[in-house]
């Protein structure tokens, strides 16, 4: 049995204006070819977990069928409104969050007009789908640690192999996530820190070589040294679903600053 199709790809909004940068142009060329590859290998529909999706109580799946708005991020409003409009697989929330709830999670699905769909999100199925996915979207629980969004991935994984539909995953992440915090050009964009950078590049090397044990072992050490989004917690997801795996190896589409943080493009 094949392995499910995945990534990890930036959601900054940044990477939806090529035309400020050549390092955003080349992340977005990358997320976009991405989405070509999946394409290409027959799936029909996208799992998101997004960083910038966070809930508290529990888990989250979004189950709104038409789910359709307009988006301002709050840091980078200036980059222009955000239109969004997503084909939901609602099927697929229903049987993972009846999952989730079978395995002892609290799980609630989400259904109602206007709910504020993340900046991480839109950016990657922008660039992803372009009409040819259905979507679903599980939340970033912060209570949830590494081992566990692991496990809760597995049972959603094994939820939705019943189903038929060739499914790929998809973590919107980001790495190192040292921001500068006063305004820069965005063409001199660049890792606001070269420790940052290091660290990022062994990272992304033992993950394009299959070395999942050990670039987790490295884990609390990389995050505390360069603040990583969410602790990386977006790869446990992507573990847990059977996409990054011991021995698997990734192949790195791109690798770049975003407003001085880490962002890099890495299929499975």
């Known amino acids: 049995m094949h392995k499910p199709l995945g990534a990890i790809v930036p959601g900054l909004p940044q990477v939806l204006a090529p035309s400020l940068s050549a390092g955003y142009a080349e992340l977005a060329k990358a997320t976009a070819a991405v989405g070509d590859r999946l394409h290409a290998e027959g799936v029909r529909r996208i799992v998101y977990f997004s960083t910038q999706w966070i809930s508290v109580l529990g888990h ?53 007009d206007d709910f504020p769909v993340d900046t991480g999100t839109i950016v990657a ?23 566990d969004t692991a496990k809760l991935a597995g049972l959603l994984a094994a939820a939705l192999a019943k189903d038929g539909v ?56 990389y995050a505390g040294a360069c603040k990583v989004d969410m602790g990386l917690k977006a790869l446990s997801f992507l573990k847990g679903a059977g996409v990054a795996a011991q021995g698997r190896t990734g192949t790195l589409h791109a690798y770049g600053a975003l407003y001085g943080t880490g962002a890099a493009v890495l299929s499975f």
């Not at 372009?130 to 679903?136: E, Q």
Request: glycine letters at 6%.
């Open 166 to 221: 060739k499914t790929a995953y998809v973590a919107v992440t980001g790495l190192s996530g040292r921001y500068f915090t006063t305004e820069i050009d965005p063409r001199e964009d660049h890792l606001s820190s070269p420790e940052d950078d290091k660290w990022n590049k062994r990272m992304l090397e033992l993950l394009e070589k299959g070395r999942l044990a050990e670039a987790e072992k490295l884990i609390p050490e």
């Open 125 to 147: 199925d922008r660039l992803l789908n372009r009409g040819r996915f259905t979507t679903s979207m599980v939340s970033c629980c912060v209570y949830s640690d590494y081992e």
């Open 60 to 112: 989250s799946f979004q189950a709104k069928k038409k789910l359709e708005g307009l988006h301002v991020d709050e840091n980078w409003y200036e980059l222009g409104d955000l239109p969004f409009s997503f084909d939901v697989d609602v099927d697929c929330a229903k049987a993972m969050a009846a999952a989730a709830v079978q395995a002892g999670y609290q799980a609630r699905l989400i259904d109602y």
